[in-house]
């Protein structure tokens, strides 16, 4: 199985600022890798698949990177509404799994 | 507009069976891989299982792989999870979530989840 890490487990970011959240696979996954987006209450949000593409309707402020076992989610200037919390994910084989979680709360 | 219904979730003792069922709309369901993803109360996202379109590729995480078995019946625009000899910590919410197009093993519509809660 594919461990998936991500870091920082909490970022307090100030709204209007970057924010760069990391994931790591425990192998490679190739560009096999997808970014969610979950607010309390609510399911998970697909924003960014095959590492770089974002899904349909996300808007361009969200871009990732990365390939290999490092990958990078970037917001570039963070809105009220992008406060959540976001997992990466590999599907480059099964078991699918899931990182733990990137808490992006208002500083 | 794509709706993925679940039902099924509730309150189960150690041991005991459970069957979950999503109702799919609003795409054509036969010509997507389905999934389902659990979360524990305030803990992260763990994918349970998932199905091909026709049901010839089958997937399990290693936590419920013997115990669960997925479905989908594709005539009832219907996916399953009968899911037996339930434990504690399978207590979660168990969110439906359809495969997308582009991007494999990725899901690009989830239901709003129906809670399991196993509890003697």
């Known amino acids: 199985e594919i461990v998936m890490t991500q870091s920082p487990a909490t970022l307090s970011v100030s709204p209007g600022e970057r924010a760069t959240l990391s994931c790591r696979a425990s192998q490679s996954v190739s560009s096999n890798l997808a970014w969610y987006q979950q607010k309390p209450g609510q399911a998970p949000r697909l924003l960014i698949y095959g590492a770089s593409t974002r899904a349909t309707g996300i808007p361009a402020r969200f871009s990732g990177s990365g390939s290999g076992t490092e990958f990078t989610l970037t917001i570039s200037s963070l809105q009220s509404e992008d406060f959540a919390v976001y997992y990466c994910q590999q599907y480059n084989n099964w078991p699918l799994t899931f990182g733990p979680g990137t808490k992006v709360d208002i500083k | 507009e794509v709706q993925l219904v679940e039902s099924g979730g509730g309150l189960v003792q150690p041991g005991r069976s459970l069957r979950l069922s999503c109702a799919a709309s609003g795409f054509t369901f036969d010509d997507y891989a389905m999934h389902w993803v659990r979360q524990a109360p305030g803990k992260g996202l763990e994918w349970v299982s998932g199905i091909s379109w026709n049901s010839g590729s089958i997937g399990y995480a290693d936590s419920v792989k013997g115990r669960f078995t997925i479905s989908r019946d594709n005539a009832k625009n219907s996916l399953y999870l009968q899911m037996n000899s339930l434990r504690a910590e399978d207590t979660a919410l168990y969110y439906c979530?359809?495969?997308?197009?582009?991007?494999?093993?990725?899901?690009?519509?989830w239901g709003q989840g129906t809670l399991v809660t196993v509890s003697s």
């Open positions: 979530a359809k495969g997308a197009a582009a991007g494999g093993g990725t899901f690009d519509y």
